[in-house]
């Protein structure tokens, strides 16, 4: 059971948007930023959204983060089926002094 | 080019140990804070461990707190992973990261490709 919650998995066509959501507490998001990375299979994960709601260097606008007390969304637009991937939030945990990543959510474009 | 390199994954049998290296280039190491995160199959993104720029803070996950150490040489520029008692559990590609800036952010800009450990006798 992660400390962040994310839904398992989305799904939408070619073109459509999905939002993954990230839902936690005062203690990670609601008092520190979100990043959000984007994990291929074999590959080393990608930093998508750092600070909440910017854009890594090389980031297309249309990956785009928000935040709202205690949960963060990360929007994709005009879907790709190289967006294919698996997307996890995370924070840093100031009562746990941990790092806590989301469960991770399985990004499908049908 | 900032670039992470880990190296020292290998077969293991259950209770050994292993020591992971991700040696570091093209950015002033000693001024960042450093991560260690897995993914063990099927599983995951697992956050491990983090030590500060000037390894005056180490923290790790609760359940791995007493077999795992970190540590960092600033003058290699490498960061450390030592593992012992190892699980079968603790089969997984380690990452090494860096933090995004100066300071503490806690957010990891760049990863390394990853060093595969397999925990199996």
């Known amino acids: 059971q992660s400390v962040l919650t994310q839904p398992p998995s989305v799904s939408a066509a070619p073109g459509q948007k999905v939002t993954i959501s990230c839902s936690g507490s005062?203690?990670?998001?609601?008092?520190?930023?979100v990043s959000w990375y984007q994990h291929l299979p074999t590959t080393a994960p990608k930093l998508l959204i750092f600070d909440n709601i910017k854009r890594h260097s090389g980031i297309p606008a249309r990956f785009s983060g928000s935040k709202s007390g205690t949960s963060a969304t990360l929007d994709i637009t005009g879907l790709q089926t190289g967006d294919e991937a698996d997307y996890y939030c995370g924070a840093w945990d100031t009562s746990l002094r941990v790092w806590v990543f989301g469960g991770g959510t399985k990004l499908t474009v049908l | 080019e900032v670039r992470l390199v880990e190296s020292g994954g290998a077969v293991v049998q259950p209770g050994g140990s292993l020591r992971l290296s991700c040696a570091a280039s093209?950015?002033?190491?000693?001024?960042?804070?450093m991560f260690w995160v897995r993914q063990r199959p099927g599983m995951g993104l697992e956050w491990v461990s983090l030590i500060s720029w000037d390894a005056g803070a180490t923290y790790y996950a609760d359940s791995l707190r007493g077999r795992f150490t970190v540590s960092r040489d600033n003058s290699e520029n490498s960061v450390y992973l030592q593992m012992n008692s190892l699980r079968t559990e603790d089969s997984a590609v380690y990452y090494c990261a860096k933090d995004i800036r100066v300071g503490a952010s806690f957010e990891m800009d760049v990863w390394g490709q990853g060093t595969t450990v397999t925990v199996s006798s």
């Open positions: 005062s203690s990670n998001i609601g008092n520190n930023f």
């Open positions: 093209g950015f002033t190491f000693e001024d960042y804070n």
